[in-house]
C-alpha cells in the first residue's frame, strides 16, 4: 500500500520513475556478494536498519517508500533499498573485486586515511557485571521501567523493534519510546547503537535536532524515550504537496544547515540528509533525527571513507570511494533543497547505475522559474569537486552568508522566533494524522510494557551494550 502511494507520486513527477532507493548495513549480504551488483529487496517497506536509533517518524518509522526497481545494474551499491546505505567494507575495496561484509569498518578520522575495523564510535564491548545487567555507566537512570509509561500506539517499525507514542504514569508526559530487541541486534552485529546514542547526548540542547530524554533496559530490550514530535516527516508534506515555493523551502533548509553546522561544530559528520529523516514539530520547525550514521571525532581538516549514505544523496566523492570530508552534508543539503524546489532529487534515475553515473558525470540542470540566488546556491553545494563546493572552507559560515539567506536573520531563527512557513495544524500529543495507518492501526504487544522478573541475561547481550542508559534533565524538554 505504502508501496504503490510512493510509485504513483513518482510516476506523475518523472516518467519512467516508480522508485526510489532504499538501503541496509551491508553486514546483511552474503558472503562473496560482488559489490558492483546490488540485490534489490523485493518488500519495498519503508523501514531500514540503517539506524537504530531514530525519533518517531523518520524514515525508518513512517509510510509511502518508492519501491527498489527489478532491474540488474553495475551499480557501485551492494545492496540496496529505500532508506540509508551502508557499505561497511573490513578493507579499502577493489572496483568489481567480490566482497564478503564483515561488521561495520570504519576509516579514523586521519589524514592519511588509513582503514581499521573499529566501529563508528561504538565503544569497545566489555565483561557483563556478575548479575548479568549491562553496565549503564555514570548515565544510567536506575529507576526506569517499561511500567512506568502506558504505551498507546505503534508509530513506526524497524528491522530490531518499534517505536511507540507513550504516556508517562506519573506526569502525563507524551514520548516517542522506541523499544529494540537486544538479540535482534545482536545477530546481526550491529554496532551503531552505542554511536548514535553517543551523538545524541551532544544534541540535547539544539532547538532543530531531536533530544534522547533518557534511556533504560531490561533483561530483552532497549528502550530510547525520546522527544515525540508528530508534525510528519519533511518527506510526508512533500509528497502531499510535491514542491514548495522558495520561501518555505529557504526556511527548511536554514534550519537544517543550523543543525548541521552545530553538528560540524562538535566534529560529527551527518553523512544521512534527506527529507525522510527531517520532521516538523507541532509548530512547524525542523527536527532532524536518525544519527546512525553519524561520524565522530572528524577534525575540520580531516577525512574520513565509509561508504553510507542513501544512493540518492550520495556526493560523487562518496560514489568514487575517495576520503571525504564534512563538505558531504553540504551536498546532501543541496539535494534536499533541490528536491523540495522541484520534487525530485537533483540526479535521480529509477536505474541506480544511471542515477550514479548521474551523479558523478551529469552536469546539474536546474528547471526555470527559480531565483537566481537558488540557483547560485544549488551550484555551489552540489558541486561535484568537493573542494570547490560551498562550505568546503569555512563550512556553516559560507552557506549562513549566501545571498539566498539573506531574508533570514540567523539569530532569531535559532531561537524560534520566526514564524514556519506552515503550521501541522496537530490537535495535540494524540494527533496521530501525520503517521502512517499502517503502524497506528498495529496492537501494542503487552510485553513492551512488562518489567520481567528476571534481572539477569545472557552474558553476550550484556556485554554489547554497556554504557547504554541515560538520564537528562527536566529543563532540556521541548516546548511541545
Not at 345 to 363: A, G, R, T
Request: net charge neutral; aromatic share 8%; with cysteine.
Amino acid at each position: 500500500m505504502r508501496r504503490e502511494r510512493r510509485a504513483e507520486l513518482c510516476l506523475r513527477l518523472l516518467p519512467r520513475t516508480s522508485a526510489r532507493l532504499r538501503a541496509f548495513r551491508g553486514d546483511d549480504v552474503p558472503e562473496g556478494t560482488e559489490v558492483s551488483r546490488p540485490i534489490l529487496s523485493a518488500a519495498g517497506s519503508r523501514m531500514t536498519s540503517a539506524s537504530p536509533l531514530a525519533a518517531a517518524g523518520s524514515r525508518e518509522l513512517c509510510a509511502g517508500a518508492r519501491p527498489a526497481p527489478g532491474t540488474d545494474t553495475s551499480a557501485l551499491v551492494g545492496k540496496t533499498e529505500r532508506g540509508s546505505l551502508v557499505h561497511c567494507l573490513s578493507s579499502a575495496p577493489t572496483a568489481g573485486s567480490p566482497r564478503g561484509f564483515s561488521g561495520c569498518a570504519e576509516s579514523p578520522p586521519d589524514h592519511r586515511h588509513r582503514m581499521d575495523s573499529s566501529l563508528a564510535g561504538a565503544p569497545s564491548p566489555q565483561p557483563s557485571r556478575a548479575n548479568g545487567n549491562v553496565h549503564l555507566g555514570p548515565s544510567v537512570n536506575p529507576n526506569a521501567r517499561p511500567t512506568d509509561f502506558d504505551f498507546l500506539k505503534v508509530i513506526g517499525k524497524g528491522n530490531y523493534g518499534k517505536v511507540l507514542l507513550a504516556k508517562h504514569k506519573s506526569d502525563g508526559t507524551f514520548y516517542a519510546v522506541k523499544v529494540l530487541q537486544k538479540k535482534s541486534i545482536l545477530k546481526k552485529k550491529e554496532g551503531h547503537i552505542m554511536a548514535e546514542r553517543s551523538v545524541l547526548l551532544k544534541n540535547v540542547r539544539h532547538p532543530f535536532l531531536v533530544g534522547l530524554r533518557y534511556s533504560f533496559q531490561t533483561p530483552e530490550k532497549l528502550y530510547f524515550v525520546l522527544d515525540y514530535v508528530n508534525g510528519g516527516e519533511l518527506f510526508f508534506h512533500l509528497q502531499r504537496e510535491r514542491r514548495f515555493l522558495e520561501p518555505r523551502a529557504r526556511f527548511y533548509a536554514a534550519e537544517v544547515a543550523s543543525a548541521i553546522g552545530y553538528l560540524h561544530s562538535l566534529n560529527v559528520i551527518y553523512r544521512d540528509l534527506k527529507p525522510e529523516n527531517i520532521l516538523l514539530d507541532c509548530q512547524g520547525h525542523v527536527v532532524l533525527t536518525d544519527f546512525g550514521l553519524c561520524k565522530e571525532g572528524v577534525e575540520p581538516e580531516e577525512t574520513t571513507s565509509t561508504f553510507c549514505g542513501t544512493p540518492e544523496y550520495l556526493a560523487p566523492e562518496v560514489l568514487r570511494k575517495e576520503p571525504y570530508d564534512r563538505a558531504v552534508d553540504w551536498w546532501c543539503l543541496g539535494a534536499v533543497l533541490y528536491e523540495m524546489l522541484h520534487g525530485l532529487p537533483p540526479f535521480y534515475s529509477q536505474d541506480v547505475s544511471q542515477m550514479y553515473e548521474n551523479i558523478l558525470y551529469q552536469p546539474l540542470q536546474i528547471p526555470g522559474g527559480r531565483t537566481v540566488a537558488a540557483c547560485d546556491l544549488l551550484q555551489g553545494l552540489l558541486h561535484k569537486d568537493q573542494r570547490q563546493r560551498l562550505g568546503s572552507k569555512a563550512d556553516f559560515l559560507e552557506i549562513k552568508n549566501h545571498v539566498f539567506f539573506s531574508p533570514i536573520n540567523w539569530d532569531d531563527l535559532y531561537h524560534k522566533r520566526l514564524t514556519p512557513p506552515f503550521n501541522p495544524n496537530v490537535a495535540g500529543p494524540a494527533d496521530l494524522k501525520n503517521f502512517d495507518p499502517e503502524f497506528t492501526q498495529e496492537a501494542v504487544s503487552k510485553s513492551i510494557g512488562c518489567t520481567p522478573d528476571t534481572v539477569a541475561s545472557s552474558s553476550g547481550a550484556s556485554s554489547a551494550f554497556l554504557g547504554f542508559s541515560y538520564a537528562q534533565g527536566d529543563d532540556d524538554l521541548l516546548d511541545c
